[in-house]
């Protein structure tokens, strides 16, 4: 039963696992946990406390393993959908004692080939000792090489010393060894050892005490699957029941954002006032006994996780529709090189945010420049370059109206599908006395007069990545020496980030090409590890004649130092842009312009992902180059470690300045769509096919 839905959010219910002590009986095991409201049960698929001791070379021929239950006793769906594995706690892979090494190794293996036999989805692997992983790793990663679709989670303690909330019990201090304990560390090390592999997961145990947010926040960008909360990290409410913390409840709350499923380990160990016990009827193969109730203990602690749930804001209509784009690739648009389509003209023209607030500078703009006692006189000329089908357009006259101001209105568009909605417009809206269409490049324009006011919406993910200055450049001629640009200035930012999901998305097309092409995301499980930095800023207009639209700019990165280590997997790219005076458009992290959804940032990934130290700056640089027929970008890492410069000479990624033919290879095997339309190449599997365990 999931733990419900909200508002909104049909799709993408929640689930809530429980995990179990070895039973062998695991007919039993499920009915007792299903009935009792649990989706799934983590369970021992062998018994724990055999431990076999096997002949040194011939390994474990002719060994039965003591199971929990024939896979003949539990239906293939049930083993799928309801059991994750828990391999043996005593496995120890990287002990000194070569005996128990050995035997470690074999016994994994004949757990994991046993649950891979039974096709449940993922095993809970035991975690490792602190510090020490790599023989652990390696065999893993062997396992890895020759499993199809189970997932390993990685069990881990959600502690980093040093910075969680109660020090004097602090489960991240190692007394045996005196090392301090990040356990986001001993992940980092086991995952790169086992390369990134997409099926290597997480799971968390989530204790009484938490560490700083900063150091959670890396959590964010890894494959975490569970976060497992034991009975006694609950604290008791004024009545008696379960609670947790405050500091706890918004951590479930963003792990349920992060679709991370929920399991609840341990006993009962609140005294529960006795009238609220559930008592659950019998099922017909309860084993416990013909008619016996059936009372889950755990019962008090899931109602309370399904309420945190239940309490989360509903998502709204646009979050809803952008679910399908999260952490999926795209190809960023390039209007300059190709002619857009309807639908994507479509997608734009939904985000009324955006448009009022062009009517907001336009207005601003005109009164400004033309006083009241004008207004009546003067006409003013606005040129909409790159006006689409006409929403720009639209705006200017409103505002226009709006200010009482008249104005002339030149309508430029290089699509000659858009010019043709153009001309139909207006027709349809009466505009034939104000509005005159020019199907032409804004830079081979000749203009019958000079303009007061240019408007444009040429900007990307990354402000000038689609060309805007180079357009605009050749457009500034038919405008007056006093005249208004609109927008006024535009800055790129750049931002370190955690995110396993698309690096290894990128990397999954094992070439250099994709390793280096810069990608539009709706990021979502991802770790912002710092503020977003401005890098590039275009002014128009920008008549000075040394100007260059080349840029280079060295960027460093202060991680906070709660953070800890962290794993910088790429750069998210963000814009903002003064329209004119105070109006903005903007999705930087800090100061998004609200509900506005046009754009969805940029992601330049790693070609190697780059581990930074504790208290280590990150330096990067970038350069925006410029040729006769193309622009493009290069970056690179110089500290903590120096990284090869990316797509050197655009020669992976480019953006023709000349035709509009694409003549760029195209990504084409990795899930692409075009930025914010429904134009969709590949479909992301989760949340749309609800898969519980992926
Ligand atoms: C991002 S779209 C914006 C369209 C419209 N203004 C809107 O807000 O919906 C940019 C538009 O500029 C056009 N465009 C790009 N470069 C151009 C150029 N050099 N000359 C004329 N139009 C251009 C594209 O064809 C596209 O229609």
Redesign the pocket.
Known sequence: MPLGQRVGDKSDSRYCGVETDFIDDMPHVLTYNLSGGFDFVVAPLVDPSYRPSFPTNSASEGFVLPVAASDLIVSPAQWSSHVVGKISSWIDLDSEDEKLRMDSETALKQEISWASHLSVQACLLPPPKKGYCSNYARSVNQILQGITNMQLWLRLPLVKSGSMENESVDASYDSLSGILYDSWETWNTFRLLCEHHVQLCVALDIQSSLPSINSLLRWFGEPVRAAIIHTDAFLTNARGYPCLSKRHQKLITAFFDLCFQIVISGSLIHSIPQERLEVFPANDNDSLGEGAPLRHELKPYLEYVAYLYQRMDPLSEQERFELNYRDFLQAP?Q??MD??EAQT?ET??KDTV?YNQYQRAVCKALLDRVSDEQASSSNTVLM??????G??VRASLQAAEEVGRKIKVYA????PN?VVTLHSLIKLEGWESMVTVIS????CWDAPEKADILVS??LGSFGDN?LSPE?LD?AQRFLKPDGISIPSSYTSYLQPITTTKLYNDVKANKDLAHMETPYVVKLHKVARLAQAQPVFTFRHPEFSPNRSNQRYVKLEFEIPPDTGSTLVHGFAGYFDAVLYGDIYLSIEPSKPTPTMFSWFPIFFPLRTPVYVPSGSHLEVQFWRCCAPAKVWYEWCVTSPITLPVHNVNGRSYWTRIFGFKTMMPRPSTIAVKKRSTCSVFAVPVYPKDVNWMT
Do not use: Q
């Not at 909409?384 to 089908?389: L, S």
């Not at 430029?412 to 699509?415: C, L, Y």
């Open positions: 648009l209007p300059l002619n857009l003209y734009f023209e955006k909409v370059v790159g006006a689409g089908r929403p720009l430029v568009e290089k699509n858009a032409c490049d804004m830079r919406e040429l689609e357009c050749g």
